[in-house]
């Protein structure tokens, strides 16, 4: 029932590609607001440590700096990463936002966006990132089942930790009275080790899309053409999305962003850097997130094995696709 975007002047207003929902070569969907994830830091705390975010370019240069602090953790009197908590408000950071990263890489390297059978290509740099997570953090892995969302940007917030992994969306609970100034704070990439790391950008997307019913009066599909179009082009459009709506909309003419998180993005962009893009409508149900979030718990407690890990992610995801038809 969607229609076809191809062509349209809206589809040439989206900053990436990456932006529009693809069918074979149809585009039928055009996001309206994204947001990015990465690796929070405090930069004041790095530079204490004796680096800065230029240093950390790859997975090998975030290893090097993070077991380092580690290292001298008694010296320094913080760790590297804030818990990397599985209760339920915080493990869809690991078994959703940081899983992603895996299938990103592996549906490039197979030149596709969605499968029935993930094979698992990446998971062992999966397991290299999780693994460096757990290790470097403020806590023991096995006190993390307990961990929750709070604990972890509570632990940021009092300079226990140097790296904190999640979003833009962070950005108001992170600064203003009390809390960080944005000279504080930076987003890097979240590297495992695949691909070209030195055009690696943040994890942005999203969920939210415009669609047209292909189907309706050939009047109303223009009509709804020209309103969108206005909504993220105009000077009354954009201060409205931005303003009045709060989105952060992914179009050439957008309003500057006040959150710094949101504005890192955009330079990212502008320097050539391509985002890793959102594959969790690929994931095929709760059911298989909730599945290898338990695995992952099991793992860091020491109470399970990283094979579990792969057959909660390969076998799990073969078998509910089977449930789908």
């Known amino acids: ?32 607001v994204v947001e990015s ?29 993070a077991e380092d602090i580690t290292a001298r953790k008694a010296e320094l009197g913080f760790a590297a990463f804030t818990s990397a908590g599985m209760d339920g408000s915080s493990d869809w950071r690991f078994k959703t936002h940081l899983a992603n990263l895996p299938i990103y890489f592996e549906y490039q390297a197979d030149n596709i966006g969605t499968t029935k ?11 290299a990132i999780f693994d460096l997570y757990i290790n470097n953090s403020t806590c023991e892995p096995s006190a993390l089942a307990g961990k929750t969302g709070d604990d972890s940007r509570n632990e940021f917030l009092a300079g226990e930790a140097v790296f904190y992994q999640n979003g833009s ?28 790391e030195a055009k690696q950008g ?8 415009w669609c047209i019913n292909k189907d309706a009066k050939p009047e109303d599909i223009q009509a709804t053409l020209d309103f969108i179009t206005w909504c993220v082009t105009s000077e009354t459009g954009t201060k409205a999305m931005a303003e009045d709506m709060g989105f952060v909309i992914p179009f050439k003419n957008a309003q500057e962003s006040e959150n710094l ?11 050539g850097k391509v985002p890793v893009s959102w594959n969790f409508p690929t994931m095929p149900s709760e059911n298989w997130k909730n599945e290898l979030g338990s695995a992952l718990t099991s793992y860091a407690a020491g109470m399970g094995s990283w094979d579990d890990v792969v057959k909660a992610f390969v076998d799990g995801w073969a078998s509910e696709y089977a449930l789908l038809g």
């Open 261 to 271: 998180f949101v504005r890192q993005d955009a330079e990212y962009l502008a320097a």
């Open 37 to 65: 994830y990465g690796l929070i830091v405090n930069k004041t705390l790095l530079q204490k440590a004796g680096y800065t975010v230029e240093d950390i370019q790859s997975f090998a240069d975030l290893k090097k700096v």
């Open 117 to 127: 059978a993930i094979k698992g290509t990446y998971l062992d740099n999966y397991k």
């Open 1 to 32: 029932y969607c229609y076809d975007f191809t062509g349209t002047e809206i589809l040439g207003e989206l900053t990436s590609d990456n932006y529009a929902l693809k069918d074979g070569d149809a585009v039928l969907g055009i996001a309206y």
């Open 202 to 209: 943040l994890c942005t997307g999203t969920e939210n899309y």
């Open 169 to 196: 969306w962070e950005y108001s609970q992170l600064t203003g009275e009390n809390a960080f100034a944005d000279e504080d704070l930076a987003m890097i990439p979240i590297y495992i080790g695949v691909g070209d």
